[in-house]
């Protein structure tokens, strides 16, 4: 019989199953002072973010790198 007689006739053939691949990540290879890098490009704002969320409340009022080095020294304490 042809598909359309297939069709009319009640059969169902069950549709095959899509094969699904989970997705392999990519593995990046980084400087060791990277840590500084991403400290240094940050405003002074989020600095003072990037603080609270570690615990520690940072003084605008001083220069960014002295913000950067209360930073790295709390993240040295963990």
């Given at each position: 019989m042809s598909?359309f007689?297939?069709?009319?006739?009640?059969k169902?053939t069950p549709?095959t199953?899509?094969v699904v691949?989970?997705p392999t990540?990519d593995?990046?290879?980084?400087?060791?002072d990277?840590?500084?890098?991403?400290?240094?490009?940050?405003?002074?704002?989020?600095?003072e973010e990037?603080g609270r969320?570690?615990?520690?409340?940072?003084?605008?009022?001083?220069?960014k790198?002295?913000?950067v080095q209360?930073?790295?020294d709390e993240?040295?304490?963990?």
């Amino acid at each position: 019989m042809s598909r359309f007689g297939d069709l009319l006739g009640g059969k169902v053939t069950p549709p095959t199953p899509a094969v699904v691949t989970e997705p392999t990540p990519d593995v990046v290879k980084g400087d060791s002072d990277k840590g500084k890098t991403d400290l240094d490009s940050l405003s002074k704002i989020e600095l003072e973010e990037f603080g609270r969320e570690l615990g520690i409340e940072l003084d605008r009022r001083f220069n960014k790198a002295k913000l950067v080095q209360q930073i790295e020294d709390e993240l040295k304490k963990q």
